[in-house]
């Protein structure tokens, strides 16, 4: 059998999955092609042109401090920042961007064509070259072969895709492009379970048909915000979005014209995510509510195309017209783009590990919406640890795996290969149980040594990890060392910031701890130095949320018992005894590779639990003995 | 999340031993012994001395009261059974002062062991043989049969209906903080403090009664189920007066008064029980006793323990032969009641009847022979023939430790609000609480929030 070329790794995709993916892997030293439908449409964003928010900006934070691409380019690309949950607590602060959906695709490929490990190249993958159940390559449409020795499957929503609008529906991907039909089988061929989810999208209309007058500015932040720790982006141009509402006439429309909206007819038959439900979704689900919120948002500075936020819809297009047009500020919008739905093959996550490298094939890895996930943000993120993986799985180097405890990264990839999803499946804050640890303040303190240590973080970041580590240690150092005692002018001081005076002498750390009292406020008083404003944060949140931070720090030491048991990979579940016919299968089926791992998985009990953990005592004394 | 935490357990049987000793084990059995044994000059024990038995006293540390006097010995991990840190208090052996400890160890921390834990442990840290630990793991299954057996009782029991009412109202409030800090620009209201703190508060009181009332046993709607039977007028509710001590059942000389099954719950020797008692069966045409007969055979259907009632003042009927016949696999105790009267009945020819069943001969309106029965239901229940109730036994100390533990995370809730902490934080308590009133497999409390999220906000764009 022969090949036309080889590389290392192949990526299939450029999407967000795709583009991480291929970029960590050229640079962690693999000669790598990234392969696209179309090389005009690298990076698109198909959706709303937003990246961040809360869990979602935190995950955009870890890439970068690993030394991803996304937090770069959307710095680049943005036309507004928001800082959201300023008035709440630090765990779920969170940046939030509008991206120019043009300038997003241009920076993120150049940053592709500047790697010299990287080639980029448009081709339709039509199989796979298995050399029993390990990768050789792939085939194009063209009957190309094209050999590698790993393979990152990023194939977003392209796998069988059909778009659904109204009564009418037809195979495609996003936004007009050409769909994978063939691949689909040639991954059920070789044994992978599929599945079907569907997704959707608004309507974008013509800026200029827009009466922003009747609607509400939605203004970015005056302070400048990057997502990059190692942006140097000071100020930008920043653009409004605009907050409209719906109104009974618009409910109205949509309940008189649900027999012919394809969620309800039947016409669709993928399950949706209850994260972003489509408008007829919420006007069914919830018929109390009077109103929803409907932001426009611009797609760029050089498109007059803007995105109708809160209306995703799949219903007929006179239907959409007349829905628009009854909101207030839409009275003449004209649509330049339908909303539409689309159904996708995906697949069954569980059939994946940790390290997102299917369990029974050897060098094929999967990230995004393939194993069904939604959102730019999560398939850029598994995109990194996939590269990551393929890179190492071809060096023979020891795999990278983020833990719960480190960062959204594990809890999204831990989620999806431990538990399955029967949707799409969004991160949330809510889904990590150390929220107050995996802050998006201190992604590079968490993570840079980590991306530094395998060769992608460069060295630039890691200098500048450090630095801060320092000045931070320092810092508490000093302030822990500087006790003030109640005499006559503290005391004043104390009073002049309108907290209650001292009655001992107690250390500047303890006295920061007061909820309104800051460093910059007690700075000058007491000849402290100068810090950035990233440390200074830092300084804060670690003193006024001690108690907190310790405790969850507690819990992750309580687990880490659990987490790091591993379970033998050669491990039968069939012979552990005395365990439940669904743990049985369960266990069987996902294959955990900790007892922390296998704790989460639903329908295994903790009497389960300590069944297996006995079990595999056995395992390792019964090997003792032998050996 | 599985986590790594100390346990402790009564190691010893409960009865009338004449010491007991309560086992923990883990990373915090040294500070627990630290804050409730104090030594003879009534003094905390700074530094406990490997492997050295102290005198002095275990109290409890909230009220600085006196519990018992007590033996207590560290062993450091690894020289110890389980290869952790070890504390073993001795008492003496009475059942409530061990309960009473039990309860000062969990409030400082330790959770109630589950069967075989211990033993677990020492497996699992290299300890004890193969052939030990396959004895265990016949415990945790035995235990996880009887649970699955015994789990539509105990699910329906009040103490646990209640526990799960808290926990739903804390988790609707969870997913309401949830909801803001995840979907800041939906339009929802973010909880307000004071709203949250009344609930926390009418939460914690809520708590309060159920580990009050669970002191007395009196609204603990758990224990072995006990089912009185007998035909009418044997006796049986004045045995469940004798044994409560009060009357709770009308007692009248008219057979057929109890038309309807009366539930109390007592405890006998430590034991907590739910007695039944039951319409008396005989052949009726009224239709109301005729609908307590049906109760009462349900009532036997569910019951852990039967205390079968005969009158030695009267003839042996085909009554009592046909209920005897219809009696399930179950351990049974046949109470000969009214032995201050005239002897009637055939007292041997029963004995031939019921050689199976041990029989105690009583006088319930005396109150003679009461002990004879109490040692019966406890000789029982520790030979394990009413084997089930270990499990109710513990699922009540079980829910107890949960009650505690949630409790505490509540009052940091609290305490957090009143600091002006922000809702992200004061969540970390709340989920802490939610998690310890109930433990469901492999689900953690996070994919319960989001569901309850997406079940009560429109949410997303």
Redesign the interface.
Known sequence: MSFSSQYQVIVLGAGHAGCEAALASARMGCSTLLVTLNLDNIALMPC?PSVG???KGHLVREIDALGGEMALVTDRASLQMRM??TA?????HSLRAQADKLVYQEMMRRSLYREDKLEVRQLLVDGIVWEGSAIKGVITENGERIACEALVLATGTYLRGRVIIGDTSFAGGPCGQRSSVQLSDALIQAGIRLRRFKTGTPARIDGRSVDFARMKIQPGDETNHNFSFISEICQREQLPCWLTYTNEMTHATIRDNLHRAPLYTGNIEGTG?????SIEV?IV??PE?ET??V?VEPEGRTTNEMYV??L?TSLPIDVQLKMLRSISGLENARVMRYGYAIEYDCIDPTQLELTLAFKNFAGLFAAGQINGSSGYEEAAAQGLIAGINAALFVQKRPPFVLTRAEAYIGVLIDDLVT?GTNEPYRI??????Y??LLRHDNADLRLTKRGFDIGLACNDRFAKVEQKFQAIAETLELLKKTIVTPVNDIQHFLRELGTSELRTGTSLFELLKR?NISYLAIKDRFGLPELSSEVEAQIEIMIK?EG?IN??VE?VQ?????ESRMIPKDIDFNSV??I?KEARQ?LSSVRPGS??QA?????????????L??YI??MR?RKNDQA | MMEADTIAAIATSVGHAGIGIVRVSGPASNEIARAVFRNSRQEKIAVFEPRRMIYGMVINPQSEEKIDEALCVFMPGPNSYTCEDVIEFQTHGGPLVLRQLLRVVIEQGARVAQPGEFTQRAFLNGRIDLMQAEAVMGVIQAKTEAALRNSTQLMNGELSRRIRLHRQELLNELAHIEASLDYPEDDIVSPESGTLLLLLEQTVRGFDNLLASSKTGKVLREGLRTVIIGKPNVGKSTLLNALLGEERALVTDIPGTTRDSIEEYISIRGIPLQIIDTAGLRDSADQVELMGMQRTRAAIESAGLILLMIDASAPISESDISILNDLPAIPVIVVVNKIDLPQLADLAGWHDLTRKYPVVSLSAKEKAGLDKLEDMIEKLVFANEAHLSIDVCLDNSRHIDCLIAAKSNLIAAMAAIADGMPLDCVAIDLRAAIQSLGQITGETVSDEVVREIFAKFCLGK
């Open positions: 709303n928010g809360p869990a959201l949950n709440k607590g630090p765990a779920v995510p209850r994260y972003c439900p919420k689900n919830f509510k929803h919120q932001f936020q809160g995703s538990k949330m804050t809510s889904r990590a149980e929220r107050l909820p949320y907190y405790k969850q819990q309580r687990a880490a018992s659990f005894s005395g439940s369960k007892i922390g704790s989460r998985i639903s329908g295994v009990s903790p009497a389960d639990i300590s069944l953990l006995i005592e056995q004394r």
